[in-house]
């Protein structure tokens, strides 16, 4: 064996261990981020849906495949707490209907009944982003309302749909910062802008990721509503200034790094339940599940009192995954604010064994304050360098700097490291054998 040789293939034998861990348990990992149902949800009693109240219109477009759910509980939130719109959601199938996260939603209307009492454009459509982006079923129903003259709000990659119904082209738009550079490839027609939280042009508003369709749906309520409607929905959920620039966050190679080590070296994910009471501040929902599934370190479950729909604050119908028999294998409950939520967590301390769960109440956090709220305790409880990731991914205003808290997930470094060097033992075993043979 040459003398070159034995160093690469001593490299090998660090390298290729790693690489095997981490593809098998990379779909693990994306199942812990995403969230996906593993089962149809339970049958349950639907709610009668909304009657329209003569006010203009704004349709929150979700599929019954997935949907991003800060996408919906944001917007959702806002054109409520505007006081300016008849707020209806809308998907192909009237049945519950998975959010990224955890969590099951239960549109108003199927497409067909909403044709029926509302064959008219709506003044408004919001699309967020859709797991089955591509969806022809939904492409062609957002191509009919655009035809009728519905404007567009994009959410974060919501672009993808419309830009792949070739809706966006001749138009400046902006996306998530992840999708910027395969959107510019894929669809040059489009003049792909990064720099803002949301643009505006005619017939569109398009907002960059996650956390910016509180930005671009404040955007709609002036622009649909006006300024005294955007006045009522930022005083109703306490929302503070927001960024107006917003330089494209990049990944670099250790948060890269710390994907892998959280998503394939991580010993054991913690689980984790998130309450979901009757009256559920919506911006509270959509900051716990878009940050904990997303740091890859924790297994996460919603859970209610019972399996049965709630309503959240801003009026959407939810269902949880479990109820509240779930709770004596997870080792944390966190609880969002809202109208029930301090009774909910007083029962609870009264009903579960001490010690049982440890119980966390988002209770008196403000609802802008919940992303701070969540990224912070990440922080404290993972680590700086993983909450920094998160908020990153989600395209936060702002990451909270916690002091104490670790700066890197140093257990996950060693265990893949550890995993490294065992493939070199193993192969300068292998190569000593042969050498000596």
Known sequence: MSRLA??????????????IVAGWRSFGAMQRMVQYPSMPPPAVAFSTPPALEGRPVALVLLSNRGTEAADVLLSYAVLRASDAFDVITVAPERRFSPLTGGLDVLPDY????????????PDFLVV??????????????????????????????????????GLLDGQRAT????????????Y?????VAGARYLEADGLISSVG???ALDASLAAVRRFGGQQAEARAREALAIQTLPEQWPMPEISLAEIGILLLNGSFLTSATPMAIAVPDGAEDLHLAALL???????????????EEMKPVRSRAGLTLLARADESALPGMQRLLVPGGASSA?????????????????DSMVGVAPDEGLVWTLGDLAAREDQATATLVGDMIEAPAIPQIPGARSWPWQRFLFMCAVGGIGVVVVGWLTRRRGSG
């Not at 996306?175 to 894929?186: D, E, L, V």
């Not at 040059?188 to 792909?192: D, F, G, I, L």
């Not at 878009?290 to 209610?304: F, G, I, N, Q």
């Not at 009774?343 to 119980?359: G, H, Q, S």
């Open 6 to 19: 034995r160093p690469i293939l001593l490299v090998l034998g660090f390298i290729l261990p790693i690489l």
């Open 110 to 121: 199927s497409f067909s009944d909403w044709a029926e009492i509302h064959p008219e454009a």
């Open 128 to 165: 967020p982003y859709f797991l089955d982006a591509n969806s022809p079923v939904l492409m062609e129903w957002i191509r009919e309302q655009v035809a009728l003259g519905a404007p567009l709000v994009s959410l974060s990659d919501g672009a993808r749909t419309l830009a792949a119904a």
């Open 175 to 186: 996306t998530h910062f992840w999708s910027m550079s395969s959107m510019a490839r894929n």
């Open 188 to 192: 040059p027609e489009t003049r792909w």
């Open 210 to 212: 996650v956390t910016a």
């Open 290 to 304: 878009e940050t904990y599934p997303r740091s890859l370190t924790m297994e996460v479950k919603t859970v209610a």
């Open 343 to 359: 009774a909910y967590v007083e029962r609870l301390k009264d009903e579960m064994p001490t010690n049982m769960v440890r119980v």
